[in-house]
């Protein structure tokens, strides 16, 4: 049996960039998959992908993660599709500051980050919580460098970022003994559509093949997390060669 056949595993901002490979890797891993964003034909076409390339369900629940009834809704349709979820990734989330100056920041970028990055991850994980108890499974976090080290480009995205992270611990320890494992998987920059709708210029456009991370880099360690039996990577980090030079040196 593949490592997560008959199981459910439902990802958020699965549209795209890491969300997008995130599905492909845990289908190849016998997953039924819930695929949730806000665009609805390409959640359909990569639906369709999948379940022609790995030969398992997929279900498409448009969602946007800010609205907490949608999450709800999300939940819902997953568990009466399935009966049963397992595998949970809070992937979704934007950028709307990354080249803004801060004086300049607009009140609807910032709430829009807030809501993406924390409100969003708040809701999924209230729901789903109770049937990962149920089923042992596996809630991952999609962190940021940004969110561990200090960065003048993106104040409110790494703020959020650093809220992620810590939610995420203060989140396995609420779990303690209830048989969750929580992960943080962490990447540096990542070659996706990021950041293209706010400057115009995506971190797949700003860094070439070999400068930076790919999303199926983020997908595999999603998924070698996803499929630990009997130990929990707490955090993974990914960070692109000369990350470090480059921010303290």
Not at 9 to 28: D, E, F, K, Q, Y
Request: net charge negative; charged share 25%; glycine share 8%.
């Amino acid at each position: 049996m593949a490592p997560l056949d008959t199981q459910t595993a439902l990802v958020t901002g699965a549209s795209s960039g890491i969300g997008r490979a995130t599905v492909s890797a845990l289908a190849a891993r016998g997953a039924n998959v819930v695929l949730a964003a806000r665009r609805e034909p390409q959640l359909r076409e990569i639906s369709a992908e999948i379940e022609s390339d790995y030969d398992v369900e997929t279900l498409v629940v448009p969602t946007d993660v800010r609205e907490e009834s949608e999450i709800t809704a999300l939940v819902e349709e997953t568990v009466d599709a399935f009966d049963r979820l397992d595998v949970v990734v809070n992937n979704a989330g934007i950028v709307a500051d990354m080249m803004e100056r801060f004086e300049e920041m607009s009140t609807e970028s910032y709430r829009a980050i807030m809501e993406t990055n924390t409100d969003g991850v708040f809701f999924l994980t209230r729901e789903t919580l109770p049937h990962l108890k149920e089923n042992n499974g596996t809630l991952v976090f999609v962190g940021s460098f940004t969110g561990k080290y200090p960065t003048p480009y993106s104040p409110v995205y790494a703020a959020s970022k650093a809220w992620v992270s810590h939610f995420a611990n203060c989140i396995d320890a609420y779990v303690g003994d209830d048989g969750v494992a929580v992960s943080t998987v962490t990447p540096s920059e990542t070659r996706t559509g990021l950041g293209g709708e706010d400057t115009g210029t995506s971190m797949a456009e700003r860094y070439e093949p070999g400068e930076a991370s790919e999303p199926e880099e983020l997908a595999e360690a999603i998924a070698f997390v996803a499929t630990q039996d009997t130990s929990t990577v707490s955090e993974l980090d990914l960070f692109r060669p000369g990350r470090f030079s480059d921010t303290f040196g």
